[in-house]
């Protein structure tokens, strides 16, 4: 049993920030992989960013420059730091993990997002 755990979402300005966090315990399955995505209302869910237990990271063009994602001093914890907020950036922001192979999954509950003046 894997719980992810999300948090630090939120209502901000445009141009604003938001750091999300997310702490997964209880795993059941080496994580290699953490990452955020996001699903805004009638939207397919996306991926954000991504980083791996050896500290390479994946990001959205969307995104690139803006966010930064990193995991934390504790195992199985990462970070998503958001910098210049725009409207389209309004979601629910989804913390994931996965195995090496990618054969196995967990999401969190989703934390919402919301830039607006």
């Known amino acids: 049993q894997v719980q992810l755990v999300e948090s630090g979402g939120g209502l901000v300005q445009p141009g604003g920030s938001l750091r999300l966090s997310c702490a997964a315990s209880?795993?059941?399955?080496?994580?290699?992989?953490l990452g955020w995505y996001r699903q805004a209302p009638g939207k397919q869910r996306e991926l954000v960013a991504a980083?791996?237990?050896?500290?390479?990271?994946n990001y959205a063009d969307s995104v690139k420059g803006r966010f930064t994602i990193s995991r934390g001093n504790a195992k199985n914890t990462v970070s998503l730091q958001m910098n210049s907020l725009k409207p389209e950036d309004t979601a629910v922001y989804y913390c994931?993990?996965?195995?090496?192979?990618?054969?196995?999954?967990?999401w969190g509950q989703g934390t919402q997002v919301t830039v607006s003046s």
């Open positions: 209880g795993s059941i399955f080496s994580i290699y992989v």
């Open positions: 994931n993990a996965g195995d090496l192979l990618g054969s196995r999954r967990a």
């Open positions: 980083i791996t237990s050896g500290d390479s990271t």
